[in-house]
């Protein structure tokens, strides 16, 4: 994975940390905001307005009625983000120990575990997310990166394209898809 890649996603998580730092605590994936939202993404013209929905959908996917479920999140995050991954992970392993039912723990432990170079166990926590929450777009994106680094190009393109069709506005999907889809013509030529 790129350096640009990788900053991105540190920043992206840094950021959405913050923004659900200011908001109250009580939903997970179940959310009924959820659904119009969604909608309201998937009719997004613009990437600015994609945008804007896109981190309240984070905001609510980040949100736990459990304040130690939160905190772990939190601990979690920031040592990702100081790339600290061995306690990143074990802070998610925390999560996704006393809170199963939580997508977002899922997930943030595949990323974890993709930064690693991990991509067996991590697509398995994108599995489990997805399973939780089926409309995990960010899950989606990274199955993608993982059957890239996989060098599955058929499986990027499945998974990418679920993401695009979800959020129809992600630049580094839509890069990474165009990407994928060359290399999968020139591996059968």
């Known amino acids: 994975m790129n350096r640009f890649l990788l900053n991105s996603i540190f920043c992206f ?9 200011g908001s109250s605590i009580m939903a997970v994936q179940n959310d009924p905001r959820l659904d119009l939202l969604f909608k309201n993404l998937k009719a997004s013209v613009s990437f600015q307005k994609a945008s804007s929905v896109e981190i309240q959908i984070w905001k609510i996917w980040m949100e736990h009625r459990n304040p130690r479920a939160q905190s772990l ?13 061995g306690k990143a992970l074990a802070h998610f392993n925390q999560l996704t120990e006393i809170e ?3 997508a977002e723990g899922w997930n943030k432990r595949a990323t974890v ?7 067996n166990e991590s697509e398995e926590d994108i599995l489990r997310t997805l399973k939780l929450e089926p409309k995990h777009f960010g899950a989606l994106s990274g199955q993608g990166m993982i059957r890239m680094a996989l060098k599955d190009w058929s499986g990027a393109i499945t998974a990418l394209e679920a993401g695009l ?25």
């Open 100 to 102: 199963p039912e939580f």
């Open 113 to 119: 575990l993709y930064l690693m170079g991990r991509f």
């Open 165 to 189: 069709r979800i959020h129809p506005h992600m630049p580094g999907v839509i890069r990474n898809l165009e990407y994928v889809r060359k290399k999968q013509k020139e591996s059968m030529t």
């Open 13 to 21: 998580s840094l950021a959405t940390v913050l923004l659900v730092m």
């Open 73 to 85: 999140m939190f601990l979690g995050i920031g040592a990702m983000n100081n790339q600290q991954l």
